[in-house]
């Protein structure tokens, strides 16, 4: 099993540039999240989803779109990147239930100009 | 929407010592209480988790203890040791019904001096 896995690992955008960051998992969860990180405000919500064709809001949602096509996919759409987007994307999935475990992407690390 | 508070958000003990983490949490309804650790440039891991019908899990060197009633989860490790030194997030949620997400605490930064 590869997890769960981001690409790209890093990537530079321009104002206004819009981009996809990938992620994928191969555990079958139903399950899948989004979550930025910036120094000192820990790991925030974006957007989430329960299931293949389910989608959701989480903590910060703007200016980002988020679909779930498939169980093993979750793509995560800036629209027109601001500099206030700098940051660590993580992805996460977790199987439905109880309580499970989330588990995280290696991330991407994201620079606006 | 669910709140969590977590301190210190720094920490910095000797080798051998213990360190505490506490959060508290504002929505009544949330069960789950993961804690995450994350090293340097890696990415968060599940150490340890509780659920509300319990009031303390051990393993190991790490524990945690849940008091529902003041809305108050904490970290404890014993015997720190250098490899324990990362960021520690609290976390909460609501897992029953069809929703399930997470809300993190900013973090406290362990630093275990050798």
């Known amino acids: 099993n590869a997890g769960v896995t981001q690409t790209p690992k890093f990537q530079v955008l321009k104002t206004g540039q819009s981009m996809t960051l990938q992620c994928a998992q191969d555990?079958?969860?139903?399950?899948m999240s989004w979550y930025r990180q910036d120094p000192g405000m820990g790991l925030r919500l974006i957007h989430y989803?329960?299931?293949?064709?389910?989608?959701d809001q989480g903590e910060v949602p703007n200016g980002y779109n988020v679909s779930r096509s498939t169980t093993e996919d979750f793509p995560l759409r800036l629209l027109s990147a601001a500099p206030s987007q700098t940051s660590v994307y993580f992805c996460?999935?977790?199987?439905?239930?109880?309580?499970?475990?989330?588990?995280f992407g290696p991330g991407t690390r994201l620079t606006v100009t | 929407g669910e709140n969590v508070e977590q301190h210190p958000s720094t920490l910095s003990v000797q080798e051998g010592d213990s360190a505490v983490i506490k959060c508290t949490y504002s929505d009544s309804a949330s069960n789950y209480f993961p804690w995450y650790k994350q090293e340097l440039g890696k990415r968060p891991q599940l150490i340890i988790d509780i659920r509300s019908n319990v009031g303390e899990k051990k393993d190991q060197r790490i524990a945690v203890t849940l008091n529902k009633t003041a809305k108050h989860f904490s970290l404890h490790i014993t015997e720190t040791q250098p490899e324990d030194s990362a960021v520690y997030f609290c976390?909460?949620?609501?897992?029953?019904?069809?929703?399930?997400?997470?809300?993190f605490g900013k973090g406290t930064l362990l630093t275990v001096n050798p």
């Open positions: 976390a909460a949620a609501n897992s029953g019904g069809s929703n399930y997400k997470l809300t």
């Open positions: 555990m079958n969860h139903e399950y």
């Open positions: 996460a999935s977790n199987p439905a239930g109880d309580g499970y475990e989330q588990y």
């Open positions: 989803s329960v299931g293949a064709g389910i989608t």
